[in-house]
């Protein structure tokens, strides 16, 4: 993590896959999921590994690591991250107390983490750290799909700007501890940016925000940003202008977990939604149990669905390359292509496959690189470019 | 028409230049794959590039690369051991049209491409490593267009390339390390985002 004179830096980007979080350099993640606690669904809930509980405005939100396997059992929160879902397509997400709980989560979970890098202070107060926060020092930017910024980057400021005192139940550095985090966002210190400018601003520059020669000169670029629900892309000149911006729904990861769960419901009976399918390829490694009820064999039966799921990949990865073709006069003025985010990757390993189509392309990318001596993934680029737009802003200057 | 000879007498991969046949494709990709090529293979000596001026002033570029082992290699050899000018030898070999022939020739766009094709699957690990010398693409390319195998394929219609690039072909997935240095002294400009990003900071 990166020792400023006093400044510390967040990025967030609440991707739909999991919350990425950037701080001085520093990178890390946990799941979007997040559930208000509205009763005692879990009374024994401190015992519970890898939930994250936090009290914020009076009300209690349940977030981390396990929250997957927490909602799986539980048939409420279940259904109350089904209504999550029916609100990912309208981007109201943003707007709900659910993402703004997240989000402090990330924040508060960047703090403890800079004071255990001693850049800022924390001391035991009765049971709980106490987090001692120069909110005059503390920049924050979150990055949303390029669509949602008109509609919603206000109401993410309205949301965030302001005095927070939060509690964080969480096991962030050595162990479950209760923390105790207040802390001002400033209207003046906090942006809100888009994803897919967000990844190309951390391919070419440094980590304090310097220019570099990542593009070198490589003219018209065109910059991906494959998130799992919306994919970004637009394409920037020599001249630095940014043509044709925009995100889509129809071809990120939920869309082809939507297909996919449709099609295993139609061959095996089952009743998945598409959110389900991240648990079922990343926990059940994509097998299916049929009840010996409904099997042909009259045994419970193990069916493998990891190909239905390539095949759907596939199949939406072809749709997407038409629809750039088409926007993009068939690569035949670009020069190359740049891959971000975690379906990036997928498509940037698709893409591969149709290299012969465009010789005239001299290069293609996935946007990786080193921060804070580490590598920064295709999925935390978004998170580490609007990191690094920060330190542009704010480092040396 | 007017000759002028450029000679390579090192060779410097990304210095090279190929005939062009098609206004669309770029020399610079042609660049690419020379070097790509004799990366791979190892089998091609660069040692001229010819611009020849047409009527219409269109300047054609073309570079001259001999088999190792062909009859144009042994030739300069055995011209140099005689004490001949290296440069001299070569424009004699060109002047005779003792080159340009099936083993010391350029590559044509459908070349390229067949070649192109080889080397994207060669990288991708998709594909076995491209060791077909030029001469084999030109037999391959009369066999499928119905001449006999051993006759040179004439250029049509080249046109102009003033310019040329030298980027090699770029497929990564390795961060980059080496590209993290600054370009430049300061923060780079990144007004271009300013459209896309929501406040201020102070």
Request: negative net charge; glycine residues 6%.
């Given at each position: 993590m990166k020792k400023y004179e006093k400044q510390i830096l967040i990025s967030?980007?609440?991707?739909?896959?999991?919350?990425?979080?950037t701080v001085n350099g520093e990178r890390?993640?946990?799941?979007?999921?997040?559930?208000?606690?509205?009763?005692?669904?879990?009374?024994?809930?401190?015992?519970?590994?890898?939930?994250?509980?936090?009290?914020?405005?009076?009300?209690?939100?349940?977030?981390?690591?396990?929250?997957?396997?927490?909602?799986?059992?539980?048939?409420?929160?279940?259904?109350?991250?089904?209504?999550?879902?029916?609100?990912?397509?309208?981007?109201?997400?943003?707007?709900?107390?659910?993402?703004?709980?997240?989000?402090?989560?990330?924040?508060?979970?960047?703090?403890?983490?800079a004071?255990?890098k001693?850049i800022?202070?924390?001391?035991?107060?009765?049971?709980?750290?106490?987090?001692?926060?120069?909110?005059d020092n503390l920049y924050i930017v979150?990055e949303?799909?390029?669509?949602?910024?008109?509609?919603?980057?206000?109401?993410?400021?309205?949301?965030?700007?302001?005095?927070?005192?939060?509690?964080?139940?969480?096991?962030?550095?050595?162990?479950?501890?209760?923390?105790?985090?207040?802390?001002?966002?400033?209207?003046n210190k906090?942006l809100?940016m888009s994803?897919v400018i967000a990844a190309l601003v951390g391919y070419m520059t440094d980590e304090e925000g310097n220019e570099i020669d990542a593009l070198q000169d490589l003219y018209p670029t065109?910059v991906?940003?494959?998130?799992?629900?919306?994919?970004?892309?637009f394409s920037i000149s020599k001249t630095q202008a940014i043509?044709?911006?925009?995100?889509?729904?129809?071809?990120?990861?939920?869309?082809?977990?939507?297909?996919?769960?449709?099609?295993?419901?139609?061959?095996?009976?089952?009743?998945?939604?598409?959110?389900?399918?991240?648990?079922?390829?990343?926990?059940?490694?994509?097998?299916?149990?049929?009840?010996?009820?409904?099997?042909?064999?009259?045994?419970?039966?193990?069916?493998?669905?990891?190909?239905?799921?390539?095949?759907?990949?596939?199949?939406?990865?072809?749709?997407?390359?038409?629809?750039?073709?088409?926007?993009?006069?068939?690569?035949?003025?670009?020069k190359q292509?740049l891959?971000a985010?975690?379906?990036?990757?997928?498509?940037?390993?698709?893409?591969?496959?149709?290299?012969?189509?465009?010789?005239?392309?001299k290069s293609?990318q996935?946007v990786t690189y080193e921060l804070d001596e580490t590598t920064v993934?295709?999925?935390e680029a978004i998170s580490a470019g609007g990191y690094k737009l920060l330190a542009n802003k704010v480092i040396g200057r | 028409?007017?000759?002028?000879?450029?000679?390579?007498?090192?060779?410097?991969?990304l210095?090279?230049?190929?005939?062009?046949?098609?206004?669309?494709?770029?020399?610079?990709?042609?660049?690419?794959?020379?070097?790509?090529?004799?990366?791979?293979?190892?089998?091609?000596?660069?040692?001229?590039?010819?611009?020849?001026?047409?009527?219409?002033?269109?300047?054609?570029?073309?570079?001259?690369?001999?088999?190792?082992?062909?009859?144009?290699?042994?030739?300069?050899?055995?011209?140099?051991?005689?004490?001949?000018?290296?440069?001299?030898?070569?424009?004699?070999?060109?002047?005779?049209?003792?080159?340009?022939?099936?083993?010391?020739?350029?590559?044509?766009?459908?070349?390229?491409?067949?070649?192109?094709?080889?080397?994207?699957?060669?990288?991708?690990?998709?594909?076995?490593?491209?060791?077909?010398?030029?001469?084999?693409?030109?037999?391959?390319?009369?066999?499928?267009?119905?001449?006999?195998?051993?006759?040179?394929?004439?250029?049509?219609?080249?046109?102009?390339?003033?310019?040329?690039t030298t980027k090699t072909?770029d497929?990564s997935?390795e961060p980059k390390k080496t590209s993290q240095k600054p370009k430049k002294s300061g923060k780079a400009d990144l007004s271009f985002a300013d459209n896309f990003v929501?406040g201020n900071i102070e």
């Amino acid at each position: 993590m990166k020792k400023y004179e006093k400044q510390i830096l967040i990025s967030v980007d609440p991707g739909y896959d999991g919350t990425k979080v950037t701080v001085n350099g520093e990178r890390f993640d946990f799941p979007k999921e997040t559930v208000k606690k509205v009763g005692n669904e879990y009374e024994q809930l401190d015992t519970l590994d890898g939930i994250y509980e936090l009290e914020m405005n009076g009300e209690t939100y349940l977030c981390g690591p396990n929250i997957k396997v927490l909602v799986d059992e539980n048939s409420d929160f279940h259904k109350r991250l089904g209504k999550s879902a029916e609100q990912d397509s309208n981007y109201s997400y943003f707007a709900t107390k659910e993402f703004a709980a997240n989000c402090m989560t990330a924040i508060s979970m960047a703090l403890i983490k800079a004071a255990d890098k001693g850049i800022c202070s924390s001391k035991k107060v009765k049971d709980a750290y106490s987090l001692d926060v120069d909110s005059d020092n503390l920049y924050i930017v979150v990055e949303l799909p390029h669509e949602a910024m008109e509609r919603m980057a206000a109401s993410v400021v309205n949301e965030l700007v302001g005095t927070h005192k939060l509690h964080l139940k969480a096991d962030v550095v050595d162990g479950n501890k209760d923390y105790n985090v207040s802390f001002e966002i400033g209207e003046n210190k906090l942006l809100v940016m888009s994803q897919v400018i967000a990844a190309l601003v951390g391919y070419m520059t440094d980590e304090e925000g310097n220019e570099i020669d990542a593009l070198q000169d490589l003219y018209p670029t065109l910059v991906i940003d494959g998130g799992y629900y919306t994919v970004g892309d637009f394409s920037i000149s020599k001249t630095q202008a940014i043509l044709n911006a925009a995100s889509k729904t129809d071809f990120g990861m939920l869309a082809i977990h939507e297909r996919t769960a449709a099609r295993i419901n139609d061959e095996l009976g089952t009743k998945y939604q598409g959110y389900d399918m991240d648990h079922l390829f990343e926990e059940e490694e994509g097998i299916v149990v049929i009840p010996k009820t409904v099997s042909k064999s009259g045994k419970n039966e193990s069916v493998d669905v990891t190909t239905i799921l390539e095949e759907e990949t596939e199949k939406l990865f072809a749709e997407y390359l038409d629809y750039l073709e088409q926007k993009h006069n068939y690569f035949t003025k670009l020069k190359q292509i740049l891959f971000a985010g975690g379906t990036g990757k997928i498509y940037y390993e698709l893409f591969k496959k149709h290299l012969k189509d465009y010789p005239n392309l001299k290069s293609v990318q996935l946007v990786t690189y080193e921060l804070d001596e580490t590598t920064v993934t295709p999925r935390e680029a978004i998170s580490a470019g609007g990191y690094k737009l920060l330190a542009n802003k704010v480092i040396g200057r | 028409m007017t000759h002028k000879l450029t000679f390579t007498t090192r060779d410097i991969l990304l210095q090279n230049f190929f005939l062009m046949e098609d206004k669309a494709l770029p020399i610079s990709y042609l660049v690419e794959l020379a070097v790509t090529n004799y990366a791979l293979t190892g089998k091609y000596l660069s040692v001229a590039t010819v611009t020849t001026e047409e009527p219409e002033n269109y300047l054609t570029k073309k570079a001259v690369y001999f088999k190792k082992d062909g009859i144009a290699s042994r030739y300069l050899d055995a011209q140099k051991k005689q004490g001949k000018a290296y440069n001299a030898v070569i424009k004699l070999i060109l002047e005779q049209s003792l080159t340009i022939g099936r083993e010391n020739r350029m590559l044509s766009k459908a070349e390229y491409l067949a070649h192109r094709q080889k080397i994207n699957a060669y990288l991708l690990n998709d594909g076995e490593k491209p060791s077909l010398g030029l001469y084999d693409y030109a037999h391959n390319r009369n066999v499928e267009e119905g001449r006999p195998a051993d006759v040179d394929v004439k250029r049509e219609n080249p046109v102009e390339r003033k310019s040329v690039t030298t980027k090699t072909m770029d497929i990564s997935s390795e961060p980059k390390k080496t590209s993290q240095k600054p370009k430049k002294s300061g923060k780079a400009d990144l007004s271009f985002a300013d459209n896309f990003v929501f406040g201020n900071i102070e």
